[in-house]
């Protein structure tokens, strides 16, 4: 080696490659205020719109009355679905093959539904104008209920739908009925069902809650007449998408739609979805020719854009005498709202639900899903999860610990029994999943071991003891769960929305001096792209991740993809930049070889250069190939330096982890102390630990929040109970939990750095851990289930029900 | 959430602001800090017409401990309160209290005088005024009067002030004893589920002197004078705490809400009373 | 209700506009002085987001009247520090990865400002409660904490060097 060359570790540490917990390019603009989020947009003569929503969850609407509003000085225009009924815009196609009315026609379905969309010079002018459109409703029977909703004699709730029989999913066997979705082997499952030594049958509920990114959802869209173009900067997790719908629905090409998403605010799913808000701010500015900015209220965020979960799971587990589990059965009511505006692929109508035999051995399995509809608002998106997983996850590891006390064993003890093994990957599960790796048992005693589970298991029983003996009023709960995600939507062959196969992209462009930069077609919401991805790159093509800008979110420039959410960045976009990187490196050789005069297969790679084979001495680094490749003519090889690739995954990936909490409960009030809350995570390859960590600490406060007290609750009248960040349970810091992470590394063999992706992992994996804890802690005095969330009253009925306040 | 317009008036005197508040009657709203008010003018459920902000109004600020006499201006705020040592002195009831409402940023603008004065039953220190039996002074056109705390609510945002009233100040004997605060919440920022004040004062072994007032329990604060006489000439022993809490269980009215169901919540407002009594005792 | 005079300093610099009397402050801030660090979360007074600092208090300014901050010095997360010179606890945040979106953060760092200047040598606890006044949805706020213990031990130990 030259004696001026470093050492290979050095090199390779400069790069910041993977592995490094470097910190965040983006934190620079972020800490100074200097964020670009779309409501800090400001376009010359920008309008503000903003909605008349539905007070009431069914109603007529028999007029509406906006010369009032349109008298107000600075009001420009309000608009019904009369105005936009010949567009054809007063419906939109929803991600799940419904439609979804963008105004209110004719009735509305739900509290807080779009009635009429006010534009005005300013929000003071629009909220005012707001208030002075006269509607005039017809109150119609409200059904919240899911299975109220499937009796003969509920109301119709969709009339447009009536007599149709035939949905997007199938056939509907009931007005208010959307879709059956059905996995697996039905005989079977019964079969096995009635012939086992042991059956636990129990009703698991996943409330409905709301991913509430601190930023709601917003644009500004710019009608620009003069070049017929049409700008929108908005809350999108999936821009190259929301520009393709935009393109069908409004019939403007869609090479003259631009589609920027900004810097995003959070988005946990939330901002998937194509909202009224977006059609309507579109129109008006089509309308008037100038911009239309529209952002959303929380109460509107939380009342009218797209909700989580509201799973009904009921579920039987089977297993022998000595706890090897042996069937699976599930019946799910999906309680999908108003419109099904589901954000899943379109032949997964329930999402990866049928990821439900978790991360156990189970032969025979079966799942039916039935969507169907409600007064209540639309969505059912993954909310920091990979569509519907959380709720599979929550349901196998409820249904684990029902069956532990059926068959009066220790959960850590039943799990292990039946995990997959290590030996039995690539697994075909009962469902239809192929699991690509995994070491679950190392993981599980890995964290047995740390929280030191059978101390805990004794202090429980002596605790237990102290309780009947009257010595405390506290019990003590360990929640735990094993949990395996299925990430990385998706294979173009089974995965698509609206049409458009799940791959991802990257476009990747070498300066002549040696810096970088790269387009994806995904959208960082605080996940840290422009850091991690140049971490990738770094390792990939021997560049510095600090002279590597990433680029994403501008549908002009960037190269499409499907966008961030369902942890698909990492596993789909993050293949797609190591894949570029690639075919970078294959022509960065090319270029070496030629440089050093000698044949292409005489050079080898070597952290940031290509050294000739045999003479480390003889090297081209990468900064000085691309110069040359800007400078040389070389024979049968372009000048310049880039590469893209678009990345099909050939199948999913499945990170998993084991996730301890350790729970004080006070009997008489009903309120908790999380006293130690264990995560262990296998993600595959780490690129960032730091980040990793990070998302995990974020994922699991959101499932705390979950767990043990938010939701989106309505009363019979469909009025939503929980609007506001008063009764929306969003933890401070000082009922955050503090937790302790680690992880083991199965790498992913298909993925071409091993990577699984995270960002959701902690969210699904730690509801259960946190709700097996409550349960956990009742378990010696006979509770078997208990709804979420956990919140104080009902953790409080629980211990009354039980007898336990003497 | 865009509130309605207003005039807006910032009057330098508590002549000048009653002046204004007579002036406008019912059209016009007094904000101090403007924590509660604010946020039901954004969603457009207060109208006001005539905001008049008493911040320019010196005579309204302080804390002043003489003797033991306790005067607190009507615009001190919860901050001010907690960092207040001659007020941690004399009633530090106050402090644990305040530091239990709302967080930080409410607290450095939130007043005692907002809370006390607006009759929302989910503030604190309407219960815990009670608790003190402080008195209210009002300043309006015919002039000043006093109000104990223990008369001046009427139901849910119905006082004893009238609109032409203002709360200038409040003033009360510091008490003796131990002390108590006990609040039950779902978080921070949050109104209490239960909370109750408690003050007890021992002679020897045995409790001369009680008082307990129960928050967002009722539509009004619940001074619960049964209550505390249970606990009086007894040794806090179990059945003087059970018979206050049953006293204390009788005289509440709590309502169902996102906190939980009435059974709930009486069975916690007993659980935060024995543990105020319990604390309030060990300090006595 | 026309418009009111309204006279405010903000991170230094003095302001005259007109402005109605129901503007939010975070308005005034957002739109007419271009100031977009703070930001909107709830407008409920709940996620203090749009926390800045008043007068010596953190405040949240979409819960304060335009007219209500007549006359008020303010200080802005844009306030803090400067490309140049970055305060060290936007300095702390990166280096332990105390944000991730960065929606809450300029609210979260201008309320650790003043939290710090009344409390300069807190205990983790101490933090969280003093800190209770802003909801994070990314983080957890595990890193947030560090970074303001972290934040906190510089500054005293830059004020101890200077002694």
């Known amino acids: ?806 | 959430m865009i509130p309605g317009t207003f005039d807006y008036h910032r009057p330098d005197s508590v002549e000048a602001a009653v002046a204004l508040l007579a002036e406008h009657g019912d059209e016009a709203r007094a904000i101090a800090g403007g924590h509660s008010l604010i946020p039901m003018m954004k969603l457009r459920m207060a109208e006001v017409q005539h905001l008049v902000d008493l911040q320019g109004i010196t005579d309204l600020k302080g804390i002043k401990v003489d003797g033991g006499t306790v005067t607190i201006g009507a615009m001190a705020t919860q901050h001010e309160l907690i960092a207040s040592e001659a007020l941690a002195q004399a009633a530090p009831i106050i402090r644990e209290a305040a530091l239990q409402i709302a967080d930080p940023q409410v607290r450095y603008v939130g007043t005692i005088g907002g809370n006390v004065a607006n009759g929302d039953p989910g503030n604190d220190m309407p219960g815990l005024m009670q608790c003190l039996d402080a008195t209210y002074v009002l300043v309006g056109p015919e002039g000043k009067r006093d109000v104990q705390a223990r008369d001046f609510y009427e139901a849910a945002y119905f006082t004893a002030r009238s609109d032409d009233e203002l709360l200038v100040s409040i003033r009360f004997t510091a008490p003796k004893g131990g002390y108590a605060y006990e609040k039950q919440k779902r978080k921070i920022g949050d109104y209490a589920t239960a909370a109750a004040a408690v003050l007890i004062a021992k002679d020897g072994g045995t409790c001369s002197s009680a008082s307990i007032a129960m928050t967002n329990l009722s539509d009004t604060p619940v001074w619960c004078e049964a209550a505390a006489e249970a606990l009086v000439g007894t040794s806090l022993d179990k059945a003087a705490v059970d018979a206050a809490v049953a006293a204390m269980t009788g005289a509440i009215d709590p309502q169902e809400d996102n906190r939980g169901p009435v059974d709930f919540k009486k069975h916690v407002a007993g659980v935060v009373l024995r543990r105020a009594i319990e604390r309030a005792a060990s300090r006595a | 209700m026309g418009k009111m005079h309204i006279k405010v300093t903000v991170n230094g610099k003095q302001h005259e506009l007109l402005a109605e009397p129901r503007e939010l402050l975070i308005h005034v801030l957002r739109e007419e002085l271009g100031i977009t660090g703070p930001h909107i979360g709830c407008e409920t007074s709940h996620c203090g987001a749009c926390t800045v600092d008043m007068d010596g208090k953190s405040v949240k300014s979409c819960t304060v009247f335009a007219a209500q901050a007549n006359g008020a010095n303010i200080t802005t997360i844009e306030g803090l520090g400067n490309p140049d010179g970055l305060h060290v606890l936007q300095q702390m945040f990166k280096e332990h990865h105390g944000l991730q979106c960065g929606f809450c953060t300029p609210g979260m760092i201008t309320r650790a400002y003043r939290f710090l200047q009344e409390n300069p040598d807190p205990t983790e606890e101490e933090v969280r409660f003093g800190m209770a006044g802003n909801l994070c949805r990314c983080t957890g706020y595990q890193n947030i904490v560090k970074a303001i213990l972290a934040a906190a031990a510089e500054m005293n130990a830059a004020k101890e060097a200077a002694q």
Request: with cysteine.
């Open chain 1, 1 to 806: 080696m030259n004696e001026m060359t470093p050492p290979k570790t050095e090199r390779a540490e400069a790069l910041k490659g993977l592995g490094s917990s470097r910190k965040r390019v983006e934190d620079a603009r972020f800490t100074q205020g200097k964020g670009n989020y779309v409501d800090d947009l400001k376009l010359p003569g920008m309008l503000f719109g903003d909605f008349v929503r539905s007070p009431y969850a069914h109603a007529r609407v028999k007029s509406i009355n906006a010369d009032k509003a349109k008298a107000l000085p600075g009001v420009v225009a309000v608009l019904t679905a009369a105005d936009l009924a010949p567009l054809n815009l007063h419906w939109m196609p929803t991600l799940a093959g419904d439609k979804q009315m963008v105004l209110a026609d004719g009735k509305v379905l739900f509290q807080g539904q779009e009635v009429a969309f006010v534009v005005a010079e300013d929000r003071y002018i629009a909220a005012d104008a707001v208030e002075l459109v006269e509607v005039e409703y017809e109150e119609l029977p409200v059904v919240v209920d899911p299975f109220k909703a499937q009796a003969d004699d509920a109301p119709v709730l969709r009339e447009d739908l009536e007599g149709k029989m035939e949905g997007a999913h199938g056939a509907r066997r009931h007005h208010n009925h959307i879709f059956t979705w059905e996995q697996g082997d039905k005989d079977a499952t019964e079969s096995v069902l009635g012939s086992a030594d042991v059956v636990a049958e129990e009703m698991i509920y996943y409330h409905r809650t709301h991913p509430c990114p601190l930023e709601t959802c917003g644009c500004v869209a710019s009608m620009d007449k003069v070049n017929g173009k049409l700008t929108v900067h908005g809350t999108f997790q999936a821009p190259h998408a929301v520009r393709t719908v935009a393109s069908l629905i409004s019939g403007i090409a869609e090479h003259n739609i631009r589609i920027i998403s900004p810097d995003i605010g959070g988005g946990f799913g939330n901002k998937v979805g194509v909202y009224p808000g977006y059609i309507c701010s579109i129109v008006a500015s089509i309308v008037t020719g100038v911009p239309v900015k529209w952002i959303e209220d929380r109460m509107e965020n939380l009342m009218a854009t797209a909700f989580a979960r509201d799973y009904w799971m009921q579920g039987k587990i089977s297993a022998t005498k000595d706890g090897k589990i042996t069937g699976l059965w599930c019946h799910t009511t999906a309680d999908h709202g108003a419109f099904d505006a589901c954000a899943d692929p379109s032949k997964f109508p329930a999402g990866f639900m049928n990821i439900c035999t978790g991360s156990y051995d189970i032969p025979t399995a079966y799942l039916a899903v039935d969507g169907v509809y409600t007064n209540k608002a639309p969505g059912g998106v993954a909310y920091r999860c990979s569509f519907r997983v959380t709720e599979a996850a929550y349901f196998i590891e409820r249904m684990i610990e029902v069956l532990a006390i059926k068959l009066g064993m220790d959960a850590a003890e039943l799990r292990a029994k039946n995990f997959i093994r290590k030996d039995q990957f690539p697994y075909q599960s009962a469902l239809g999943w192929e699991y690509d790796s995994g070491d679950y048992h190392t993981a599980w005693e890995k964290a047995l071991k740390a929280v030191d589970y059978d101390g805990l298991r004794k202090e429980q029983a002596e605790r237990v003891e102290a309780f009947k003996r009257g010595e405390t009023r506290k019990l003590l709960g360990i929640g735990l769960t094993h949990f395996t995600e299925i990430v990385g939507a998706g294979p173009v062959k089974n995965c698509d929305i609206l049409g458009l196969g799940m791959f991802d992209s990257c476009e990747i462009r070498i300066h002549p001096t040696g810096s970088a930069i790269a387009r994806l077609g995904t959208i960082s919401q605080g996940q840290g792209h422009a850091t991690t991805f140049a971490q990738i790159l770094a390792s990939e093509i021997g560049l510095p991740a600090d002279d590597i800008t990433i680029e994403e979110g501008d549908t002009d420039t960037a190269p499409y993809g499907l966008g961030t959410y369902g942890s698909r960045s990492t596993p789909v976009a993050g293949a797609a930049t190591a894949m570029a990187g690639r075919k970078i490196r294959a022509k960065a050789q090319m270029i070496a070889a030629y440089l050093l005069e000698v044949h292409d297969d005489d050079v080898e790679w070597d952290v940031d250069r290509f050294v000739v084979k045999g003479a480390p001495e003889r090297f081209k680094t990468m900064k000085e190939i691309a110069f040359a490749s800007y400078n040389q003519a070389i024979p049968g090889v372009e000048p310049g330096l880039e590469a893209v690739s678009y990345y099909d995954p050939p199948n999913m990936t499945y990170p998993f982890g084991a996730y301890i909490c350790v729970m004080e409960i006070d009997a008489d009030t009903g309120e908790h102390e999380i006293r130690q809350f264990y995560a262990l995570d296998d993600c595959g390859t780490r690129i960032n630990p730091m980040i990793i960590e990070g998302q995990v600490h974020g994922g699991a406060t959101e499932g705390y929040a979950i767990a043990m007290g938010q939701e989106i609750a309505y009363d019979d009248m469909g009025n939503v109970k929980t609007g506001t960040l008063m009764d929306f349970f969003l933890p401070t810091a000082w009922e955050t939990p503090h937790y302790t992470t680690d992880h083991t590394v199965t790498p992913s063999p298909h993925h071409p750095i091993g990577a699984k992706g995270v960002g959701e992992s902690p969210n699904v994996g730690s509801v259960p851990a946190f709700s097996n804890a409550v349960h956990d802690a009742f378990r010696a005095f006979g509770l078997v289930q208990s709804h979420m969330p956990h919140d104080q009253w009902r953790i409080w009925t629980v211990a009354r029900d039980l007898g336990l306040h003497g």
